[in-house]
């Protein structure tokens, strides 16, 4: 009975006009355009700086900074106050000061200092800059083996970034993250979206008359669905690939198992929405708010972790995120299945909370 | 003759709304039974409810053998079932909506194929097997829907106004259909607004107000109520409706 509905439904796929190009298109728009959509490195950060030192050593500081294509120096002031005047009138981004005595605290000390302030009115591109100066006075540091400080940094959540993505490379840090957005339109949104069509063009009715039970049902509207999000999944990984040489650092078996998993979860929430909704446009309406939450929540644009707290607790109830983690750890830091157990225990408990709730529902609307 | 449907005092109440008011009724193995009544009468609820689709307030009722409280899923593997609204798979074609359903009721694959040829022939669309659905006129559409509800050779088959908005010449092929299959031993259990096609029932119901006001053969009620046609009786028993059309 069940191979009977399967049949069917990938012969309504495979006819529709739009949605057999569409799901094929899906990954490579998805993963070619969105990740410079959402890129965050910043190129020509303007530096101004105070070099209060004009030691030899400031003076390779200054040529490492030089080296680097994001950081343009294109100022050198005599004072703090100035340098500060250039930033208010948005003529630079960035201050980095050497204060006097740096090269002499280096040979006496062993340890020594440098200033960074930043613009942060847009806050990202001011973390992010000042990250990328600290990270060159450390590489600095690290050569010459003394310990610089550097003060007056923004504090920053980007641990991951910084720590597993030595090239700064945001697209690295957004394809595994936009797999998920993929998977979760082609298993959550299509067989709901599938099922309130039914409902509103009678089809329905037609199969509730049917000795078909109803987990048969749902399943002959999943089980395509799957099938499609594994193979589209499978497109995504190519990409990521091909394009930026992007491939899991940990087991690809341990991606396809959290694929699965979140599938089921995302899937399940489908079917909620799906079973209160009555109409196409009641289900597109309430699809769209909920996924801007989930999607907004998730972490995927913005550190989950600098979020406020209140924000963090809301976020915590959207599968996104934990699926987002996993395929960033995953491919990032190559973490394997025990580093993701807690992961995987919240996904598996929102795969029996929200199908539990798909099941009763649908009971309820009979 | 044994009675396939025995419905007694079926209610089935929405609120303070009475849809259903107590109703009881017999159909017989074979019989094509009208069941008349103006918009929101009751008609499609208590349709619904004998199909499974909506459970009673109170009474009882046996469909094909079982009853419709505790035994839902053996009452759909018998009955057929074809509503107001079209509900084949429009982006199908005729043959796959054909082994679609036909599959769904657990018919072998060959026996479906050889039914399907048969089917087609008799009904003159051998050349409509690959069109998809939705390019049929909607006769043949109706014609496809019915002879669906009933490839699987139910007990009983509810047609729930099947011939709305079907020209003259398709609606009396379809009543040959009704008769072709009423004389295979199909019971035919039909709601219809057109009172000449009630004539061809051999028994009426019709439904004021959720209650069964008149029930027997087309010719009796036209005698009981002294009326040319059904029409006429449907008309006389109308005026009684206190209810508001919804």
Same mark, same amino acid.
């Given at each position: ?22 799901i094929l298109l899906f990954p490579f728009i998805a993963l070619i355009l969105l990740p410079y959509a959402a890129n965050f490195e910043f190129k ?25 294509t994001s ?53 990202i591109?001011?973390?992010i800059?000042?990250m990328y100066?600290?990270n ?21 959540e980007i641990q991951l970034l910084y720590s597993f993505n030595k090239t700064l490379n945001y697209k690295f840090f957004m394809v595994p993250a936009l797999m998920v957005m993929i998977l979760t339109l082609i298993c ?41 999000g594994a193979i589209v999944i499978s497109i995504g990984f190519l990409v990521a690939w091909l394009f930026y040489g992007i491939t899991p650092q940990g087991s690809i078996f341990t991606v396809y198992l959290f694929s699965f998993i979140f599938t ?31 999607i907004?929540?998730s972490g995927l644009y913005t550190p989950f ?15 996104l995120k934990y699926f987002i983690d996993v395929m960033r750890c995953v491919y990032l830091k190559g973490s394997n299945i025990?580093e993701l157990?807690?992961q995987?225990?919240?996904l ?19 | ?78 009955? +057929?079932?074809?509503?107001? /609204?079209?509900? %084949?798979?429009? $982006? #199908? ?5 054909? !082994? @679609? ?22 009904? +003159?669309?051998?050349?409509? /097997?690959?069109? %998809?659905?939705? $390019? #049929? ?5 109706? !014609? @496809? ?102």
């Amino acid at each position: 009975m069940l191979g009977y509905l399967i049949e069917k439904e990938f012969k309504q796929i495979k006819r529709d006009f739009i949605l057999p190009k569409l799901i094929l298109l899906f990954p490579f728009i998805a993963l070619i355009l969105l990740p410079y959509a959402a890129n965050f490195e910043f190129k020509d950060i303007r530096v101004v700086v105070v070099d209060n030192d004009k030691s030899s050593y400031s003076n390779q500081v200054l040529n490492k900074l030089r080296a680097n294509t994001s950081i343009n120096i294109n100022y050198f002031e005599d004072t703090y106050v100035k340098a500060m005047e250039l930033i208010h009138e948005d003529r630079a981004d960035m201050i980095i000061n050497i204060p006097l005595g740096f090269e002499k605290d280096y040979i006496v000390n062993k340890k020594s200092n440098i200033l960074i302030a930043v613009n942060t009115v847009n806050g990202i591109k001011g973390s992010i800059s000042a990250m990328y100066a600290q990270n060159i006075i450390s590489d600095f540091s690290h050569e010459k083996n003394f310990s610089i400080q550097v003060l007056n940094s923004p504090k920053m959540e980007i641990q991951l970034l910084y720590s597993f993505n030595k090239t700064l490379n945001y697209k690295f840090f957004m394809v595994p993250a936009l797999m998920v957005m993929i998977l979760t339109l082609i298993c959550g949104f299509l067989p709901a979206f599938n099922i309130v069509g039914e409902k509103e063009k009678g089809n329905m009715e037609q199969i509730n008359v049917s000795p078909i039970t109803k987990p048969v049902f749902i399943l002959s509207k999943l089980i395509p669905y799957w099938i499609i999000g594994a193979i589209v999944i499978s497109i995504g990984f190519l990409v990521a690939w091909l394009f930026y040489g992007i491939t899991p650092q940990g087991s690809i078996f341990t991606v396809y198992l959290f694929s699965f998993i979140f599938t089921l979860a995302i899937s399940g929430f489908g079917l909620v929405l799906s079973n209160y909704a009555q109409t196409y446009q009641q289900a597109v309406f309430m699809m769209f708010f909920f996924i801007m939450i989930l999607i907004l929540m998730s972490g995927l644009y913005t550190p989950f972790t600098s979020m406020p707290p209140w924000a963090q607790t809301i976020g915590s109830f959207s599968p996104l995120k934990y699926f987002i983690d996993v395929m960033r750890c995953v491919y990032l830091k190559g973490s394997n299945i025990v580093e993701l157990l807690p992961q995987l225990y919240a996904l598996l408990g929102f795969v029996v909370v929200v199908n539990t709730w798909a099941i009763l529902s649908y009971r309820k609307k009979n | 003759m044994e009675d396939v449907i025995i419905v007694k005092d079926l209610t089935k109440r929405f609120g303070h709304f009475v849809a259903v008011d107590n109703i009881s009724f017999n159909v017989k193995k074979g019989e094509i039974f009208g069941f008349l009544g103006a918009n929101g009468a009751g008609k499609t609820t208590a349709m619904r409810i004998l199909c499974g689709l909506s459970r009673p307030t109170s009474g009882e009722a046996m469909v094909g053998g079982f009853d419709i409280r505790h035994e839902t899923e053996k009452i759909k593997k018998n009955i +057929g079932y074809m509503s107001q /609204k079209f509900s %084949l798979y429009q $982006d #199908l074609k005729v043959w796959e909506n054909i !082994k @679609l359903f036909a599959g769904i009721y657990g018919m072998k694959k060959n026996e479906i194929a050889l039914k399907t040829d048969i089917l087609l022939n008799e009904l +003159g669309f051998e050349k409509e /097997k690959d069109t %998809l659905v939705k $390019d #049929l006129p909607l006769g043949w559409k109706q !014609k @496809l829907a019915f002879s669906v509800a009933i490839f699987h050779n139910p007990k009983i088959v509810f047609l729930d106004e099947p011939t709305g908005g079907v020209d003259p010449i398709t609606r009396r092929q379809f009543w040959e259909m009704i008769y072709d299959a009423s004389q295979k031993g199909i019971t035919v259990f039909v709601t219809t607004h057109y009172m000449d096609e009630a004539e061809y029932c051999d028994r009426v119901s019709i439904m004021v107000d959720g209650r069964i006001e008149a029930m027997n053969s087309p010719k009796e009620l036209k005698r009981e109520f002294n009326a040319e046609n059904i029409d006429e009786v449907f008309r006389l028993l109308a005026k009684k409706s206190t209810r508001k059309e919804i």
